[in-house]
C-alpha cells in the first residue's frame, strides 16, 4: 500500500482546511478521494485526542453552552424506515461550550439532543474546569437544567437566557419568517436557575 509523505499529508489537509471539498482536493493533489477521507478521520481522532488530552484545568469562570443541529444522511422526515432510530443517520446534535473571553471551545459532543447526552455533555465539561465556581449560560433547552445540577451541584451560577424573536414583513409588507437565518431578537428573558448568575 502506497503511503502519503508528510508534504503530501500536509498540502492535503490545508486545502481541506481552506474549505475545498473532497472532490477538489483530489483533483488539486491527484490523491485518492478514499485517501483524503481516511486521512480526514484520522485527523479527526488526533485533533479529538489532542483535545481531551490538553484542554485541562482551564481557568474558565464563564462558560455558554449551545446546541447545534445538523443531519446525517437525510433529514428525519426523509431517513430510510430500515436505519429509523439509528443514531449517525437523521438529526444529529453538536452540544457545545465556550469560554466568552478566550473563545475557547473547552468541551462538544454529538449525540442526540436528548437528556442522557446532556447529562454527558454538561459531566464531561465539569472534568475540564479547575475553576471552584462557573457561570454558566444555556439556552431554554430543559435537559440542562438537570444536567447542569448534577454535574456541577453548588459549584455553579447558572441561568437560562430566552430570546424572542420578531417576523419580519417581507417586501410586499406581509409577516414572513426568514429561511436560513433567525430573526431579529426582540426581547430577552433570564431564568436563575442555580446559584446567584
Known sequence: ??????????????????????????????AARNTITTLLVDLGKACSAYQDRTLRYLTAERVECDEIWAFCHAKARNVPEDKQGVFGWGDVWTWTSIDPETKLVPSWLVGTRHPEDARAFMADLRSRLMAPRVQITTDGHRPYIEAVESAFGEGADY???????????????????????????????????LGCP
Open 159 to 193: 441561568a437560562m437566557l430566552i430570546k424572542q424573536y420578531g417576523v419580519e414583513a417581507s417586501r410586499d409588507g406581509s409577516p414572513t419568517a426568514r429561511r436560513y437565518s433567525p430573526n431579529k431578537v426582540t426581547s430577552e428573558t433570564v431564568l436563575r436557575r
Open 1 to 30: 500500500m502506497n503511503r502519503l509523505s508528510r508534504a503530501e499529508r500536509a498540502t492535503i489537509i490545508r486545502a481541506l482546511v481552506e474549505g475545498n471539498s473532497i472532490r477538489s482536493v483530489a483533483r488539486m493533489t491527484g
